[in-house]
């Protein structure tokens, strides 16, 4: 697993970092990187499998909102809370955003902290395991094509059209004669209707707005007011079906 330990005090994240390559275990994590950041990452920082957390910085914002703020990037990266004061911050852990793994109290324990990176590795095989695609059969003219759902980025209603957009296809597209709502209803896991004219496969999503969602290939989707709660639940109870 790709590992980040994010903590104002270097020291603290040089000890958790050698922790988790002193567990007997570690290799069966198959842990490529841990990196530490002595002051709060960049928002362009890289995706990372888990982060450990540290929640006081001693600023404005603190490791929580960064949380946030990071899973609505990566909603897929697992969160570990770090923190000196477990009684400060409990409520706010559990109230947050993230996709929150667990949270470690300091100093950190050597047995909790082995039981939630193995929680993390199940939980990723678990979601790879969610990801798993079905086929769906799409009727053009005289022929029908089979479509992995995965390759379906987001499908667009256009006047009496709807176009299925595709990943890694030779036409990158497929129009047809139908309605965006029976496509809604046979394509109803992991996609999400953002607006009347767009349903968006949720494992496409790279940034979700309040009025826009950017896909991975870098296509921005307008969301309608009317859905603009509905589509963050959805999306948020998308990302922890993967992880449960």
């Known amino acids: 697993m790709n590992i980040g330990i994010f903590d104002d005090d270097i020291s603290i994240a040089e000890d958790i970092k050698s922790k988790i390559l002193q567990l007997p275990n570690n290799a069966g994590y198959c842990i490529d990187s841990v990196e530490c950041f002595e002051k709060p990452p960049e928002e362009s920082q890289k995706e990372y499998e888990v982060v450990f957390m540290d929640i006081d910085w001693h600023q404005e914002v603190n490791g929580i909102d960064f ?5 609505e990037r990566y909603p897929a990266t697992q969160i570990v809370f770090v923190t000196g004061y477990n009684d400060r911050y409990s409520q706010d852990i559990f109230l947050s955003n993230a996709n ?3 949270y470690l109290v ?3 324990d050597n047995k909790r902290l082995e039981r939630l990176l193995r929680k993390a590795s199940e939980q990723r095989k678990a979601a790879k395991k969610t990801c798993l695609s079905k086929e769906i059969a799409i009727q053009t003219g005289d022929s ?3 479509v992995n759902t ?3 980025t987001y499908v ?3 006047a009496h059209k709807i176009i299925i957009h595709l990943i890694n296809h030779s ?3 497929i129009s047809l004669y139908a309605k965006l709502d029976d496509y809604a209803a046979n394509l109803r896991e992991g996609f999400i209707r953002i607006h009347k004219s767009y349903l968006v496969n949720a494992l496409h999503i790279k940034k979700l707005g309040y009025s826009s969602v950017i896909l991975k290939n870098e296509i921005e989707l307008p969301i309608s007011k009317r859905n603009a709660v509905i589509v963050r639940e959805e999306f948020f109870k998308y990302m922890k079906d993967r992880t449960n």
Request: aromatic share 0%; with cysteine.
């Open 67 to 71: 949380a946030n703020k990071l899973c």
């Open 100 to 102: 929150l793994c667990g």
């Open 106 to 108: 300091k100093p950190v």
């Open 144 to 146: 029908i094509e089979l």
């Open 150 to 152: 995965n390759s379906i």
């Open 156 to 158: 667009e209603s256009n």
């Open 171 to 173: 036409n990158e597209s």
